[in-house]
């Protein structure tokens, strides 16, 4: 049996094919139209999982779409009937669209798959889709299920009770009380990009101090031992305007919203503190109810706040749950995928199997694949010049060394990654012992804030020599502190000296500097040898040579574009930037041995971005 599941016309659309309850593919459309975060419906990426798969739409028992448009539209007129005649701007921005599509997705996925498809479209309802990605691809094969985002049609919240093949909806928060659209307020304010820029303000926290906790707690959000939360609408603007916050938010903090791209106010740096901590205690309270409600000794999590993975690595430390397994595309992509586990699971009734160690997921490696003769191909249409290597482990020592060089390379090997992180497959990696390394990666290499951390990819076994982490992290979804043998104490304290940025990001704070933030922790992903086995030998290789068991592992990507897809991105990316070398597949390509016509403008990529 074939499902193909569908995510679109929010953010981040996305395509999944579960064939026989196996998932076969699943790619997010940003990938192929490389316009990031594409919300249009995702016919590169449907074309992709039916091309993977060698089957065609007649072929499609069923299309199952991430959320209920209907119920999504319900809320709408309602929000803007109970706040008229404010509004009417975005009422009035908001209508055609759904007038004209997002209320007739039944007739775009008919039309969209063609004449010769003959299967059922089905809907599922958004945390629904969330529930079924956190807890299907789990190991465990009983769990408490915990979602939490923006909102998907009332829901932005939801606690659940997973066992065997089926999920039990206990709890839901609803709109306009939502902790991600909270978040996403401080993201707003604080000059970033809502539903992108999350990932900055949480980066942003450790150089502030939490001063306004307090001042959220007291005005703007009450917080049940629940975790449930009231919000005061009169401090947004979400509900019916065109922005996240409202006049009286900002005066409550004494400023206007900081321009984006302008300096950074240490304001911003202590609102970030501040947020975070709020996400933070809110997070324990639904998971510690979770446990109450389903008394389960494990947790899933997924939805836009799951990939929070600070908050992440405190839940697993609390010791509320022994066990957590979070999903990698836990935002609306990963809908797609847990729109279609939902079906053929919960509503079909399938059985489902577990061992209770490992998931499903396939490491998340769901995307596109080049071998070996379509990278000859492409090497041979553009007349590059590279050097082919048809022994691993000879080409493994030339990427070791060079990373040993203090080189940044593009790593470009096998399926690409479902979900915003880099796992290994689609990376560009440097030396985590060199203590320039964040700032050159971050300022020429992917042309984005100075202050942003860089993420270690460690051998599995190594990780516990590192890092405070109990299990492991393959999905690169927990926050852990480097452990203090590790640490080169300065006596500086982390929050002195706050409003400049660039002299807290140079201080070097342990024997791996570039992938240490400022309060000692890190982002850390697990490798192992049967998740990724070249990945995995390369980082066995570089501790050989260095001692070193680990390198840092960031998107194959520039600010502002999608993680690259096609050896074609991955050149076009590796020209416009200071990487030394690229590595695709077998083959390695040198910075130094290209021709510089193939570079492009590389000046448009440095005047688009207004760098601190």
């Not at 091309?51 to 072929?59: F, G, H, Q, R, V």
């Not at 609306?332 to 399938?350: S, V």
């Not at 299990?471 to 480097?482: E, F, K, R, T, W």
């Not at 002195?496 to 992938?515: G, M």
Request: aromatic letters at 10%; charged letters at 25%; hydrophobic letters at 40%.
């Amino acid at each position: 049996m074939n499902i193909l599941g569908i995510s679109a016309f929010y953010h981040d659309s996305a395509a999944a094919l579960v064939v026989d309850g196996v998932i076969s593919a699943a790619a997010q459309e940003e990938r192929f139209t490389r316009f990031k975060q594409d919300s249009g419906f995702p016919a590169h990426a449907v074309n992709y999982c039916l091309d993977s798969a060698n089957i065609s739409p007649a072929e499609l028992d069923y299309v199952v779409f991430y959320d209920k448009p209907l119920l999504k539209f319900e809320r709408l007129i309602e929000t803007y009937l109970h706040f008229a005649p404010r509004g009417f701007n975005s009422f009035s921005r908001a209508m055609p669209l759904w007038l004209k599509q997002k209320l007739f997705i039944r007739k775009e996925i008919k039309k969209r798959m063609g004449k010769d498809f003959r299967g059922r479209i089905v809907f599922t309802e958004h945390h629904e889709s969330h529930a079924g990605s956190a807890f299907f691809p789990s190991p465990f094969d009983e769990a408490a299920v915990l979602t939490v985002d923006g909102v998907g049609e009332w829901a932005t919240a939801s606690i659940a009770h997973g066992s065997g093949n089926q999920l039990r909806m206990l709890r839901e928060m609803r709109f306009p009380h939502s902790l991600g659209l909270l978040y996403s307020a401080f993201t707003y304010y604080t000059g970033f990009k809502v539903n992108s820029g999350e990932y900055k303000l949480m980066g942003l926290a450790p150089y502030g101090k939490p001063i306004y906790a307090d001042i959220i707690r007291e005005k703007i959000v009450k917080i049940g031992n629940d975790g449930s939360i009231m919000m005061d609408q009169r401090y947004f603007d979400y509900c019916c305007g065109l922005t996240m916050t409202s006049s009286r938010f900002h005066d409550l903090f004494g400023a206007p919203p900081r321009p984006p791209e302008s300096r950074i106010r240490r304001l911003d740096m202590d609102l970030a503190a501040s947020i975070q901590a709020i996400t933070e205690e809110i997070m324990l309270k639904m998971a510690s109810h979770a446990r109450e409600l389903t008394g389960c000794t494990r947790l899933c999590l997924a939805g836009g706040v799951a990939l929070n993975c600070v908050a992440n690595g405190k839940l697993l430390r609390s010791g509320i749950f022994e066990d957590i397994w979070i999903q990698p595309a836990s935002g609306d992509a990963g809908g797609a995928l847990g729109a279609a586990l939902f079906l053929w699971y919960q509503l079909l009734g399938n059985p489902r199997c577990s061992d209770n160690h490992n998931d499903w997921q396939q490491g998340s490696f769901l995307g596109p694949e080049f071998d070996t003769d379509a990278i000859d191909a492409f090497l041979k249409t553009q007349e590059l010049r590279s050097h082919f290597f048809e022994q691993e482990d000879v080409l493994l020592e030339e990427v070791a060394r060079g990373l040993e060089r203090q080189q940044v390379i593009g790593w470009f090997q096998g399926r690409m990654e479902f979900g915003p992180r880099a796992l290994g497959n689609r990376s560009i990696l440097g030396d985590p012992r060199n203590t320039e390394m964040q700032s050159k990666m971050n300022l020429k290499i992917k042309y984005r804030e100075s202050f942003r951390p860089f993420a270690p990819a460690v051998a599995a076994e190594d990780a516990a020599a590192y890092f405070e982490l109990d299990g492991q992290s393959p999905y690169m979804l927990l926050v852990a502190d480097v452990r203090r043998e590790r640490r080169l104490e300065s006596g500086e304290d982390a929050g002195d000296n706050a409003d400049d940025l660039i002299r807290q990001v140079n201080r070097v704070r342990s024997d791996i500097p570039a992938v240490t933030h400022v309060d000692y922790s890190a982002r850390v992903q697990t490798v192992a040898e049967n998740g990724n086995r070249r990945f995995y030998r390369l980082l066995r290789r570089f501790k050989e040579l260095t001692g070193c068991p680990m390198v840092i592992n960031t998107s194959f990507n520039i600010r502002g574009e999608p993680i690259v897809c096609t050896p074609a991105d991955a050149f076009r990316c590796f020209m416009n930037t200071d990487m030394d070398m690229l590595v695709l597949g077998n083959h390695i390509l040198y910075k130094n041995e290209q021709d510089a016509k193939a570079a492009g403008d590389v000046e448009k990529y440095k005047q688009s971005f207004k760098l601190d």
